[in-house]
């Protein structure tokens, strides 16, 4: 059983940063593609970016593409989101998530209903 546990959200002003973490229990996370979704208030759950198990190559929905940067360390099982120039409507819950044996992202990044784990949400909040 995979479990995933993200970190780092916070309340920033408009054109701020944040680094989301997501950190796994198993030492096999190279195994796993691992994203980011983003449920934003009266909106559905989407995905945002995702990375493949060894890196490369990574998923990014058009609105975060040249703003947020997805990396990994598998040694120390953990995955990261580098959000720069956060705008307000980039608010919302993040959670990280994972498909069981899957190690790329085009299995599960497109439709939130194919992820088998997923983190605790972390909230990130752009203020105007």
């Known amino acids: 059983q995979l479990q995933l546990v993200t970190s780092g959200g916070d309340l920033v002003q408009d054109g701020g940063s944040l680094r989301l973490s997501c950190s796994s229990s198993v030492d096999n996370l190279n195994y796993y593609a691992i994203a980011w979704f983003r449920q934003s208030p009266g909106k559905a759950r989407e995905g945002v970016s995702c990375i493949s198990s060894f890196g490369a190559p990574t998923n990014q929905t058009d609105s975060v593409k040249g703003r947020f940067t997805m990396s990994r360390d598998n040694v120390k099982r953990t995955a990261y989101l580098q959000m720069n120039s956060l705008r307000p409507e980039d608010t919302g819950v993040y959670y990280c998530?994972?498909?069981?044996?899957?190690?790329?992202?085009?299995?599960?990044?497109?439709?939130?209903?194919?992820?088998?784990?997923w983190g605790k949400g972390t909230r990130v909040t752009v203020s105007a």
């Open positions: 998530a994972a498909r069981r044996f899957v190690t790329v992202c085009s299995p599960f990044f497109g439709d939130s209903n194919d992820v088998d784990y």
